[in-house]
């Protein structure tokens, strides 16, 4: 039975709430724990994940897109996505340090964590909120021994709980947000709506004779130049149009992919590709496996198998 079927229940009902439909996808990567001397430095590179990067001892400068930033023990940076970014221990002894990062495909949260500033002192209201959910991330990143099934658990826990504390505090900090227009919000939010809704109408379509729209289609819908629709969606929410059309089909891939009554044929097609190949190719690229081994992996679990 499909959830749209399910009975609503509501006849003779006295009293009746509800939580809304929550999907996202979340990823935690190469988060760590580092303690070094008072040369140390580590060079300018950018990826395209979020970055909390918090003092334990010492004084780190990090300098983010040019500009510097002088921390001390306690204080943390926020950075965002495809940042040019590069560290040094600033102090006169040695510097420890925790690094955390993390993508979330959730829109209004990336742009809460776009548009924030991304110093946040020691004493700020934000650090102390967040603080001890990074002391149980460092906790789970300094333990010894092999990483078993509930640590993963408790550190994806640890990562939605820092979500939570860091979406309460941001939306409260407005005017510490950046001065994007409501205008630019706007723009970036209905190209969202309109490769939101393109993914839907492909996966309703079980001929699957709906297509992907390109962003020149959509720019031109809006009445804007792509390059100009680009600008802007990788300005509110930290991604192109194009990396945010990936991460979407990639989370309803793997959906499908729990599904024994898909076929593989069938959940390429319901994503919009006319090749099976390209699907595989393109979901290894995404996930280091093809479909069949990612079913194999976790749906035979799911389902009872070996």
């Known amino acids: 039975m499909q959830l749209s079927e399910l009975p609503d229940g509501m006849s003779n009902t006295l ?31 950018v990826h395209p ?27 943390l940076l926020i950075i965002s996505p495809n940042q040019p970014h590069d560290s040094r221990a600033d102090g006169e002894g040695p510097m420890s340090y925790f690094c955390l990062h993390f993508d979330i495909d959730d829109k209004t949260f990336r742009q809460l964590l776009i548009r924030t500033r991304a110093s946040f002192p020691a004493d700020s209201k934000l650090t102390g909120m967040i603080r001890p959910v990074l002391d149980k991330l460092m906790e789970l990143t300094r333990r010894n021994g092999p990483v078993l099934m509930p640590h993963r658990m408790q550190a994806l826990s640890s990562m939605f709980e820092l979500f939570s504390c860091l979406g309460e505090m941001l939306s409260e900090e407005e005017d510490g947000l950046s001065d994007l227009s409501q205008h630019t919000l706007q723009i970036a939010g209905k190209i969202a709506d309109f490769i939101d ?15 992907m729209p390109l962003i020149a289609e959509i720019a031109g819908r809006l009445g804007y130049s792509p390059s100009y629709c680009n600008r802007i969606f990788h300005l509110v929410y930290g991604m192109s149009p194009r990396q945010y059309v990936s991460s979407m089909k990639l989370k309803q891939a793997k959906l499908m992919l729990l599904d024994p009554k898909l076929s593989i044929e069938q959940i ?19 996930t280091g496996m093809s479909p069949s081994h990612y079913r194999q992996h976790y749906a035979s679990r799911l389902y009872g198998g070996s």
């Open 15 to 45: 009293d009746h709430s509800e939580l809304p439909s929550v999907e996202s996808t979340a990823k935690l990567f190469a988060s760590h724990y580092r303690r070094v001397e008072k040369h140390w430095r580590y060079p300018e590179h």
């Open 49 to 75: 994940l979020f970055e909390i990067n918090m003092v334990l001892e010492g004084e780190q400068l990090i300098r983010i897109n040019g500009t510097d930033y002088w921390m001390q023990a306690g204080d």
């Open 197 to 211: 809704n393109a993914l839907y109408e492909i996966q309703s379509d079980e001929l699957a004779s709906a297509e």
């Open 268 to 286: 390429a097609r319901r994503l919009g590709y006319r090749d099976i190949s390209h699907f595989s190719r393109q979901f290894k690229r995404w």
